[in-house]
């Protein structure tokens, strides 16, 4: 098969296969599990055999006319990383789900929209066209929303509200960026937009700044982040993991198709992505260390880890020449958090299948003589705290390098707070997974000695072990990862390739994750042992204050939308009066000109002739006329409205008929005639 | 060969018309209406296609270029408004079939079909003719035979509304006969190219006969097509008429002395002496003063045949408004609205033909509820009113849109407010029917659910012209492109 076709393959295929396993779902469950874990396989080794054609080249395919504006679709190795993850974890999360799901309802449903947003997923990731792009995003978006909701329970609609709410909005602020953008430029090709768009003016700014909110919301970006601790816990496992590991990743790639390819590194934005970077890194990390909840504390984490991301694409922009330690730092960081978030979401996923618990209180010491379980949930908390030797540590060691770098080329002051910043947000990753892996796998609880192997099989534990692997694997092999993936010089216009030399094991970059990972579990013996923990009848229970802490939704969205529109009511009220009470002064100032009485002429003329037959004088006697005029008596009244209907029926009658069409026809040629 | 077609139409539709009295059965005589329509049909789509593939073309008979010779004419605008005649007649007949014994005496119903066949041949002959005094001739017999299907219901109401339209018309008539002798006399031609040749050489040296003649025919004509205070008789007409009767004279008959009015403006005189005049704002005051005062008083009617009939009057003026604009584009705009406006204007009559009959009221007050007994019909309503009122995609509003588009091209923006206006207007008289017809519990409590609605082959027609309202709209782009290679 040829490159193009392999690309369409990859969109057309599953988009057929959703439609067929649905019928089959239908029919048999069995069946189109196994039917829908063969179509991601193939579609994953399909993307696998698209490598070659991508290492060095472009796989594009353009269809005109279709999709408004025609569809554009484009490979390289770049958007290869995005489809990469998508594929994989796909794969891994519809083995996880075939075990995962077996006491819900409303399976079919869950993976017609699951695979509905697999393609839209792919989609976002290939389109080369911005209107395609949106177009797929937001399929995304609604597809993934019956994957939030599908408990239907009450927690589930509120997380669904806002999230279909956040989504929506952010949809709408993104389609009228496109708008501008198009009635400025022309042209929705990404790559010609990066030859207009930089040289547009002001306009540019607003233009990027709806991009940002738009695929912000999609990535967690503080402070649009709001549905993202919401919608992890509601969704069931598999869909937290792909939320978690791929759909915030396509916030992430639109804001770098924005930011690095449309915009060309602005300086502007990319000082704006390390402050909202650091943001993310901050909140989340923070508030994650107050977490009970087990999938809220990873949802956290993963607003926390999209923080790195956005703090690495800040880093390109400040970076100008030397940007290459931060490109591939921060692909590589989504590839990592990718495959370690969606592990640890299949761990927690595998723990609530058995107890049907998320509270870390409930599910305390569950893991401690479980060891395949233990073992790859501790591979994935190394990978996320950064410890040397797993994948984690790599990337994160290379944005680090790129903040450095960042740093001292703009001579900033301001650098060594950005490196303090980065040591007290690593901590925290470090403190709240550490906390998380103590509760769960540390403790002592008879409650869970019992094996678990009746509820759980071998479909649950081989995606997670294929990732743990993975992990482990790029972990000690960052170099060649990275050299895969040289084409992407290409594509970002890198001068400086020494990025595939680094040394990662090198003393000051293990001393710094160690210092990292030392500072996390100060954290944690000297503030969640002391602060989060009490003992409550010889047990740890541990607590959450956050809970009653400002919460941006509750507390700040929902009363200034409410001010909003009470505020929206009174006004339109007051216009409302206005006009009802200008048309009742209307109707009623036509109402009173109606009616008002007069005396009807005709009977004026025959007052004055009786007058004169009475009085038998030829001459007119006036003080008569005004004592009936008083009197009022012998005169026929009448009223405008009255006269009015008269003169309508008089109006529809033939004589006069002819008579206005003469009175037309002489005043269109006297018209004519005087003012030609 | 197609260049016969335009002459195969007329006399079809005639020779049918003078045999069904010879027939005498109702049944063959509603029988070979149809089939001559449908005929006349596929010629026409023959002919469009041909003006499309190879372009427009005249048909000579008698003694070519001179007086008795009979000169038609086939551009685009005459093959789109033959198609669009042909359609819409057909439909109609087509309704007719079922419908036609509650309102026409049995005797009469022969008659009406030969009536029916005759307006149109004599519709078609006014749109094909280049010639004035063959137009002329086309005019009369139009006339005659739309007050025949005005009182062939042999009611009081009838017969005194066919009389003033009878009287009306004929000084209508009376006026563009004195106009074709006048030009006739300054010209020596009768053959609108050949008078456009004299003409434009020497129209500056009778200023005065050119306005003269350009006033008699605008007011003649603008009787017939109900040009704003000269419409007294169309709401009268138009609602005492039987229903498919009122949808043919609404729909077809006033809009093609509009079109008409337009071939003598821009093609027996051009572009340049019309703007010179001060014609084209006396049309357009008229036009204008139609679209608004035509609402107001639609908004008064309490009968709901009336109502529609009063808003023909306003979407004429429409028709006036893209003509007074005097440029390609307003023109085009016009003829657009006048294809537009003949699909959803019938089909609207239609539907309240319906709504009249089942509910045995004229009123408007009593048609609350009818949403729910005929909803079929009352969405269909619906879609039509919406067209009117100019809701996008639906050709009303495509015309809108191009009327104010041609105004801002030649620096007029104060026209677009009468443009607004009125739409604002059409609001109120549509609306209140949709809702009090579909909504409002009070209005639909006793009411059964699809109790009057009928049977679907009585229906097809009215969704066949609703379906083709929509696809003008659609096709708005073709369409218009295609009639502005007219000018």
Same mark, same amino acid.
């Given at each position: 098969?040829?490159?193009?076709?392999?690309?369409?393959?990859?969109?057309?295929?599953?988009?057929?296969?959703?439609?067929?396993?649905?019928?089959?779902?239908?029919?048999?469950?069995?069946?189109?599990?196994?039917?829908?874990?063969?179509?991601?396989?193939?579609?994953?080794?399909?993307?696998?055999?698209?490598?070659?054609?991508?290492?060095?080249?472009?796989?594009?395919?353009?269809?005109?006319?279709?999709?408004?504006?025609?569809?554009?679709?484009?490979?390289?190795?770049?958007?290869?990383?995005?489809?990469?993850?998508?594929?994989?974890?796909?794969?891994?999360?519809?083995?996880?789900?075939?075990?995962?799901?077996?006491?819900?309802?409303?399976?079919?449903?869950?993976?017609?929209?699951?695979?509905?947003?697999?393609?839209?997923?792919?989609?976002?990731?290939?389109?080369?066209?911005?209107?395609?792009?949106?177009?797929?995003?937001?399929?995304?978006?609604?597809?993934?929303?019956?994957?939030?909701?599908?408990?239907?329970?009450?927690?589930?609609?509120?997380?669904?509200?806002?999230?279909?709410?956040?989504?929506?909005?952010?949809?709408?602020?993104?389609?009228?960026?496109?708008?501008?953008?198009?009635?400025?430029?022309?042209?929705?090709?990404?790559?010609?937009?990066?030859?207009?768009?930089?040289?547009?003016?002001?306009?540019?700014?607003?233009?990027?700044?709806?991009?940002?909110?738009?695929?912000?919301?999609?990535?967690?970006?503080?402070?649009?982040?709001?549905?993202?601790?919401?919608?992890?816990?509601?969704?069931?496992?598999?869909?937290?993991?792909?939320?978690?590991?791929?759909?915030?990743?396509?916030?992430?790639?639109?804001?770098?198709?924005?930011?690095?390819?449309?915009?060309?590194?602005?300086?502007?934005?990319?000082?704006?992505?390390?402050?909202?970077?650091?943001?993310?890194?901050?909140?989340?990390?923070?508030?994650?260390?107050?977490?009970?909840?087990?999938?809220?504390?990873?949802?956290?984490?993963?607003?926390?880890?999209?923080?790195?991301?956005?703090?690495?694409?800040?880093?390109?922009?400040?970076?100008?020449?030397?940007?290459?330690?931060?490109?591939?730092?921060?692909?590589?960081?989504?590839?990592?958090?990718?495959?370690?978030?969606?592990?640890?979401?299949?761990?927690?996923?595998?723990?609530?299948?058995?107890?049907?618990?998320?509270?870390?209180?409930?599910?305390?010491?569950?893991?401690?003589?479980?060891?395949?379980?233990?073992?790859?949930?501790?591979?994935?908390?190394?990978?996320?705290?950064?410890?040397?030797?797993?994948?984690?540590?790599?990337?994160?060691?290379?944005?680090?390098?790129?903040?450095?770098?960042?740093?001292?080329?703009?001579?900033?002051?301001?650098?060594?707070?950005?490196?303090?910043?980065?040591?007290?947000?690593?901590?925290?990753?470090?403190?709240?997974?550490?906390?998380?892996?103590?509760?769960?796998?540390?403790?002592?609880?008879?409650?869970?000695?019992?094996?678990?192997?009746?509820?759980?099989?071998?479909?649950?534990?081989?995606?997670?072990?294929?990732?743990?692997?993975?992990?482990?694997?790029?972990?000690?092999?960052?170099?060649?990862?990275?050299?895969?993936?040289?084409?992407?010089?290409?594509?970002?216009?890198?001068?400086?390739?020494?990025?595939?030399?680094?040394?990662?094991?090198?003393?000051?970059?293990?001393?710094?994750?160690?210092?990292?990972?030392?500072?996390?579990?100060?954290?944690?013996?000297?503030?969640?042992?002391?602060?989060?923990?009490?003992?409550?009848?010889?047990?740890?229970?541990?607590?959450?204050?956050?809970?009653?802490?400002?919460?941006?939704?509750?507390?700040?969205?929902?009363?200034?939308?409410?001010?909003?529109?009470?505020?929206?009511?009174?006004?339109?009220?007051?216009?409302?009066?206005?006009?009802?009470?200008?048309?009742?002064?209307?109707?009623?100032?036509?109402?009173?000109?109606?009616?008002?009485?007069?005396?009807?002429?005709?009977?004026?003329?025959?007052?004055?002739?009786?007058?004169?037959?009475?009085?038998?004088?030829?001459?007119?006697?006036?003080?008569?006329?005004?004592?009936?005029?008083?009197?009022?008596?012998?005169?026929?009244?009448?009223?405008?409205?009255?006269?009015?209907?008269?003169?309508?029926?008089?109006?529809?009658?033939?004589?006069?008929?002819?008579?206005?069409?003469?009175?037309?026809?002489?005043?269109?040629?006297?018209?004519?005639?005087?003012?030609? | 060969?197609?260049?016969?077609?335009?002459?195969?139409?007329?006399?079809?539709?005639?020779?049918?018309?003078?045999?069904?009295?010879?027939?005498?059965?109702?049944?063959?005589?509603?029988?070979?209406?149809?089939?001559?329509?449908?005929?006349?049909?596929?010629?026409?789509?023959?002919?469009?296609?041909?003006?499309?593939?190879?372009?427009?073309?005249?048909?000579?008979?008698?003694?070519?270029?001179?007086?008795?010779? !009979?000169?038609? *004419?086939?551009?685009?605008?005459? &093959? %789109? /408004?033959?198609? $669009?005649?042909? @359609?819409?007649?057909? +439909?109609? #007949?087509?309704?007719?079939?079922?419908?036609?014994?509650?309102?026409?005496?049995?005797?009469?119903?022969?008659?009406?079909?030969?009536?029916?066949?005759?307006?149109?041949?004599?519709?078609?002959?006014?749109?094909?003719?280049?010639?004035?005094?063959?137009?002329?001739?086309?005019?009369?017999?139009?006339?005659?035979?739309?007050?025949?299907?005005?009182?062939?219901?042999?009611?009081?109401?009838?017969?005194?509304?066919?009389?003033?339209?009878?009287?009306?018309?004929?000084?209508?008539?009376?006026?563009?006969?004195?106009?074709?002798?006048?030009?006739?006399?300054?010209?020596?031609?009768?053959?609108?190219?050949?008078?456009?040749?004299?003409? !434009?050489?020497? *129209?500056?040296?009778?200023?005065? &006969? %050119? /306005?003269?003649? $350009?006033?008699? @025919?605008?007011?003649? +004509?603008? #009787?017939?097509?109900?040009?704003?205070?000269?419409?007294?008789?169309?709401?009268?007409?138009?609602?005492?008429?039987?229903?498919?009767?009122?949808?043919?004279?609404?729909?077809?008959?006033?809009?093609?002395?509009?079109?008409?009015?337009?071939?003598?403006?821009?093609?027996?005189?051009?572009?340049?002496?019309?703007?010179?005049?001060?014609?084209?704002?006396?049309?357009?005051?008229?036009?204008?003063?139609?679209?608004?005062?035509?609402?107001?008083?639609?908004?008064?009617?309490?009968?709901?045949?009336?109502?529609?009939?009063?808003?023909?009057?306003?979407?004429?003026?429409?028709?006036?408004?893209?003509?007074?604009?005097?440029?390609?584009?307003?023109?085009?705009?016009?003829?657009?609205?006048?294809?537009?406006?003949?699909?959803?204007?019938?089909?609207?009559?239609?539907?309240?033909?319906?709504?009249?009959?089942?509910?045995?009221?004229?009123?408007?007050?009593?048609?609350?509820?009818?949403?729910?007994?005929?909803?079929?019909?009352?969405?269909?309503?619906?879609?039509?009113?919406?067209?009117?009122?100019?809701?996008?995609?639906?050709?009303?509003?495509?015309?809108?849109?191009?009327?104010?588009?041609?105004?801002?091209?030649?620096?007029?923006?104060?026209?677009?407010?009468?443009?607004?206006?009125?739409?604002?207007?059409?609001?109120?008289?549509?609306?209140?029917?949709?809702?009090?017809?579909?909504?409002?519990?009070?209005?639909?409590?006793?009411?059964?659910?699809?109790?009057?609605?009928?049977?679907?082959?009585?229906?097809?027609?009215?969704?066949?012209?609703?379906?083709?309202?929509?696809?003008?709209?659609?096709?708005?782009?073709?369409?218009?492109?295609?009639?502005?290679?007219?000018?």
């Amino acid at each position: 098969m040829s490159a193009e076709n392999l690309l369409a393959f990859i969109i057309l295929f599953p988009s057929l296969c959703t439609a067929i396993a649905y019928f089959l779902g239908n029919k048999d469950e069995k069946i189109r599990n196994i039917f829908l874990i063969f179509v991601t396989l193939i579609n994953f080794v399909a993307v696998l055999c698209l490598f070659k054609y991508i290492k060095t080249d472009t796989v594009e395919i353009s269809v005109p006319y279709i999709m408004g504006s025609g569809l554009h679709l484009k490979l390289n190795s770049f958007r290869y990383i995005f489809v990469f993850i998508t594929s994989f974890v796909w794969f891994i999360i519809t083995v996880y789900s075939s075990q995962y799901l077996i006491n819900y309802i409303h399976r079919n449903r869950y993976y017609l929209f699951f695979m509905i947003t697999y393609v839209s997923t792919i989609g976002i990731f290939i389109s080369e066209n911005l209107l395609n792009l949106f177009t797929f995003f937001e399929i995304m978006s609604f597809a993934s929303y019956p994957l939030i909701i599908h408990d239907e329970d009450e927690k589930a609609h509120s997380a669904g509200r806002t999230y279909i709410i956040m989504a929506t909005a952010g949809g709408l602020v993104l389609l009228m960026g496109i708008f501008i953008l198009f009635s400025y430029t022309n042209t929705l090709d990404i790559n010609e937009l990066s030859d207009i768009l930089p040289y547009l003016g002001n306009i540019k700014y607003v233009i990027s700044s709806l991009f940002i909110i738009g695929f912000g919301v999609k990535a967690g970006m503080v402070p649009l982040h709001i549905w993202l601790p919401k919608a992890h816990p509601a969704a069931p496992t598999p869909a937290s993991a792909i939320l978690s590991g791929i759909l915030v990743k396509t916030g992430i790639f639109g804001i770098i198709l924005t930011v690095v390819f449309m915009m060309k590194c602005d300086i502007y934005l990319s000082i704006f992505l390390v402050i909202v970077g650091f943001l993310n890194m901050f909140t989340g990390g923070f508030l994650a260390i107050f977490q009970n909840n087990i999938k809220k504390n990873l949802a956290y984490s993963s607003m926390s880890q999209m923080g790195y991301l956005l703090l690495g694409i800040g880093c390109i922009g400040l970076l100008k020449d030397h940007q290459a330690i931060a490109v591939y730092g921060t692909l590589f960081h989504v590839f990592n958090h990718a495959i370690f978030k969606v592990m640890l979401f299949m761990g927690i996923g595998i723990i609530y299948m058995v107890t049907h618990k998320l509270d870390i209180n409930d599910i305390q010491g569950f893991g401690r003589f479980k060891p395949v379980l233990k073992l790859t949930f501790f591979i994935g908390f190394c990978a996320i705290i950064g410890m040397p030797g797993f994948n984690g540590f790599a990337s994160k060691t290379m944005i680090h390098h790129a903040l450095t770098e960042a740093g001292h080329l703009n001579h900033s002051n301001l650098a060594i707070i950005g490196d303090i910043l980065f040591y007290v947000c690593g901590a925290f990753t470090t403190a709240y997974l550490f906390k998380l892996y103590t509760a769960i796998f540390v403790e002592n609880n008879s409650r869970y000695y019992a094996s678990y192997k009746k509820d759980i099989n071998s479909r649950a534990l081989f995606p997670m072990v294929a990732s743990a692997i993975l992990i482990v694997i790029f972990g000690l092999k960052p170099n060649w990862f990275l050299y895969q993936f040289e084409g992407i010089n290409e594509i970002f216009n890198l001068h400086n390739t020494g990025v595939f030399d680094i040394n990662f094991y090198s003393f000051s970059n293990i001393v710094s994750a160690l210092i990292t990972i030392g500072l996390g579990i100060l954290i944690y013996v000297f503030f969640i042992n002391k602060k989060l923990i009490t003992i409550v009848d010889n047990k740890k229970v541990y607590v959450n204050p956050s809970i009653n802490w400002f919460n941006l939704e509750q507390d700040l969205y929902k009363p200034i939308l409410i001010i909003l529109f009470k505020i929206s009511t009174v006004v339109l009220h007051v216009v409302d009066n206005i006009i009802l009470t200008f048309y009742n002064f209307i109707y009623t100032l036509i109402k009173y000109i109606s009616n008002i009485e007069f005396i009807e002429f005709s009977s004026l003329i025959n007052s004055i002739n009786n007058n004169k037959k009475e009085t038998n004088e030829s001459k007119f006697d006036y003080s008569t006329l005004e004592k009936n005029i008083e009197n009022r008596t012998e005169f026929i009244k009448t009223t405008v409205k009255e006269d009015l209907k008269d003169a309508r029926y008089k109006m529809n009658s033939i004589t006069y008929s002819i008579f206005l069409l003469g009175a037309v026809l002489v005043f269109i040629l006297l018209a004519v005639i005087i003012f030609k | 060969m197609y260049k016969y077609f335009p002459l195969i139409n007329v006399f079809v539709l005639m020779i049918t018309a003078f045999t069904i009295p010879i027939v005498r059965k109702k049944k063959i005589a509603r029988e070979l209406s149809i089939f001559s329509n449908a005929v006349i049909l596929i010629l026409s789509i023959f002919i469009l296609v041909n003006v499309i593939s190879i372009g427009d073309f005249h048909y000579k008979a008698g003694y070519p270029n001179t007086f008795f010779g !009979i000169d038609w *004419y086939i551009g685009s605008i005459e &093959s %789109v /408004l033959s198609v $669009l005649f042909a @359609f819409v007649s057909l +439909l109609i #007949v087509i309704y007719s079939y079922k419908s036609i014994e509650h309102e026409v005496p049995n005797e009469k119903i022969d008659f009406y079909y030969i009536l029916l066949n005759l307006l149109l041949a004599s519709l078609l002959g006014i749109i094909y003719t280049n010639d004035l005094f063959n137009s002329y001739v086309f005019i009369e017999v139009s006339t005659l035979a739309s007050c025949g299907i005005i009182v062939i219901k042999d009611k009081k109401a009838n017969i005194k509304a066919t009389i003033k339209y009878l009287i009306m018309s004929t000084v209508g008539s009376g006026l563009i006969l004195m106009a074709i002798a006048y030009i006739y006399s300054l010209t020596g031609h009768l053959n609108m190219s050949l008078i456009h040749e004299v003409i !434009i050489k020497n *129209y500056t040296q009778y200023p005065n &006969s %050119v /306005l003269i003649i $350009l006033v008699l @025919f605008t007011v003649g +004509l603008g #009787v017939k097509s109900a040009m704003f205070p000269l419409h007294g008789w169309l709401p009268d007409a138009h609602s005492s008429a039987p229903t498919p009767s009122s949808a043919l004279l609404s729909g077809l008959v006033i809009k093609v002395y509009a079109f008409t009015l337009i071939k003598i403006l821009y093609r027996v005189f051009s572009f340049s002496i019309v703007n010179e005049t001060i014609i084209l704002n006396v049309i357009i005051l008229l036009g204008s003063c139609g679209m608004i005062f035509g609402s107001i008083m639609a908004i008064t009617q309490k009968e709901l045949k009336r109502m529609v009939a009063y808003s023909s009057i306003a979407q004429m003026g429409y028709v006036f408004f893209g003509i007074g604009l005097g440029t390609p584009a307003g023109v085009a705009t016009a003829v657009f609205h006048i294809v537009g406006h003949a699909v959803t204007k019938s089909a609207l009559f239609l539907c309240s033909g319906l709504m009249i009959e089942k509910v045995g009221s004229k009123k408007i007050s009593d048609l609350k509820g009818i949403g729910k007994e005929m909803p079929l019909a009352l969405v269909l309503f619906t879609l039509g009113a919406f067209s009117m009122i100019g809701i996008p995609i639906l050709p009303g509003f495509i015309s809108k849109w191009y009327l104010s588009l041609a105004c801002i091209e030649i620096n007029r923006l104060s026209l677009v407010i009468i443009i607004l206006t009125s739409s604002i207007l059409n609001v109120i008289y549509y609306f209140p029917i949709i809702i009090n017809g579909f909504f409002g519990h009070e209005n639909l409590e006793g009411k059964v659910y699809k109790s009057k609605s009928v049977s679907i082959d009585r229906m097809l027609p009215i969704i066949f012209l609703m379906t083709a309202m929509v696809l003008v709209g659609g096709f708005s782009k073709n369409i218009l492109n295609f009639i502005s290679t007219a000018f």
